[in-house]
């Protein structure tokens, strides 16, 4: 597998190659073919209780977007992301590069260049689609990113694809090889069914959606199968006066033993937009499979989660105020809070817009936990990132 994998990637590069300098030397096309991509470089420092004890880590990040419209109907997209890890935690972590590769994909489209002492090299195709529309209909066959979940923090009806929030250098998402097929009934409602088959039969998801708008709320209800578990759920999205309003629920059961081992997931968000600029959010999510676990703060922001166990707590409250002091420089403070150990989790973030398509974000996560009579840290991280778009 691992050579037709490097094939592959030798056959996207000779692609690119010829696509740009094609671009270059014709305009008679060129609305049809467009590159599109940043190059971001981020440092990190972690410590668990002395600042003075740090490992760091750093990430030099390139992703490549082409997309490719032959006509009106037609669209075909590539996306790749290229990263290379270097310094301690690489090195700490002997499984480093499954952590922080995508385990919802089918295919292997993954290739490590280089993975040994405390450097990772990898790239992933995690975009590979061809879409077909045609009048009420829609079709999109490939790698693809299924966006159920309606929520901001936890996403359950996100059953194709759950996105983890602290992994928040990846800002596209995950995406899963299926078939998605989309059907307007009407501009205010639609159906949708998705397939996404497994490395084995008892990984496939497969469900049907149905969109529907009423007292100016967008709501969706679905039903299907998770892997080993029939699953079925809804979502709605809308306003109480001038704030927003959003809730997810799903149902987990296995095909056996159905009785002893269902399970639930359900969020619930509140944001408002106060007139001096400052932005508040509220989400709360329950999950019937949460343990009282502690917390590896490396696993907890690289690894992929599940929809049927969304996050290790079986409740937790997220809370966040944003606010720009100027068009160019907005900070923000979160904190989410479980009452298993009494954890908590600090999340403040700064982003000044340099120029056009450059951006530098200073980023941390603190983990607590009551230990005995007092709260001890798990585990901080500090993230210096630069970003260019292009």
Known sequence: MKKYCRLLFLLVNVFIIHSVFAQSDSTK???????????????????????????????LHNRLNFSYRP???????????????????????????????????????????????????????????????????????????????????WTPNDIFNTFNYFDFDYEERPGTDAARIQYEINPSSSVEIAVSPGKTSYQNIGAMMYHFNKWDYDFQAFSGNYKNDFTAGAGWAGNIKDAGFKGEVSYFTPYKNYSDSASVAASLSLDYAFKNGVYVLVSGLYNSLGKDSSIDIVKLSTQSLSAKNIFPFKYTVFTQVSYSFTPILRASLGGMFSPAGNSFIILPSVTYSIADNWALDLIAQSFFSEQGNSYRPLGNSIYLRIKCGF
């Not at 995690?126 to 879409?131: C, K, V």
């Open 71 to 153: 006509d009106e109907h037609f669209k075909f997209r590539l996306e790749i992301r290229n990263r290379i890890y270097y310094g301690e935690l690489v090195k700490l972590y002997p499984n480093f590069s499954s952590l922080v590769s995508n385990t919802n994909e089918t295919f292997n489209l993954t290739e490590n260049w280089v993975n040994q002492n405390s450097v990772l090299f990898q790239s992933n195709i995690d975009r590979a689609s061809a879409e077909y529309s045609y009048g009420k209909w829609d079709i999109v066959l490939g790698r693809q990113r299924i966006n159920w979940g309606m929520n901001t923090v």
């Open 29 to 59: 096309h060129v609305h049809k073919f467009s590159v599109k991509g940043y190059i971001k470089l981020m440092n990190q420092a972690s410590f668990a209780d002395d600042p003075t004890n740090l490992l760091t880590n750093n990430l």
